[in-house]
């Protein structure tokens, strides 16, 4: 079975950057959609970002498109999602994920194999 562990969360001042990465073990993520999601204190987890397997589409929600950046190297067998230009809204804990079924990528319910996130804190 699949497990996905995220690293590279921290503490960073608004406009900073940080880049996350999701390693998985126990299989291969080139075949597979994948998905960074975010859960900030007292709400629901919410989508941030996916990709193809071969890279080449993507997709982000509306508050972080043009200052993140989701990739992934399959031979690493990692997803990365590089966040520029930090707002304190950003700050949650970052989670990864495999998409096992179809439906909208927003949707959390249709991801599976979830890592045990990595917080992000961004002070003002």
């Known amino acids: 079975q699949v497990q996905l562990v995220e690293s590279g969360g921290g503490l960073v001042q608004a406009g900073g950057s940080l880049r996350l990465s999701c390693t998985a073990s126990?299989?291969?993520?080139?075949?597979?959609?994948m998905g960074w999601f975010r859960q900030a204190p007292g709400k629901e987890r919410e989508f941030v970002a996916a990709i193809t397997p071969s890279s080449v589409t993507t997709y982000y929600t509306d508050s972080v498109k043009g200052r993140f950046t989701i990739s992934r190297d399959n031979a690493k067998n990692t997803v990365y999602l590089q966040m520029n230009s930090l707002k304190p809204e950003d700050t949650a804990v970052y989670y990864c994920a495999v998409r096992l079924s179809s439906g909208s990528y927003y949707w959390s319910d249709r991801y599976g194999y979830w890592g045990q996130g990595t917080q992000v804190t961004v002070s003002s």
């Open positions: 126990g299989g291969t993520l080139s075949v597979y959609r």
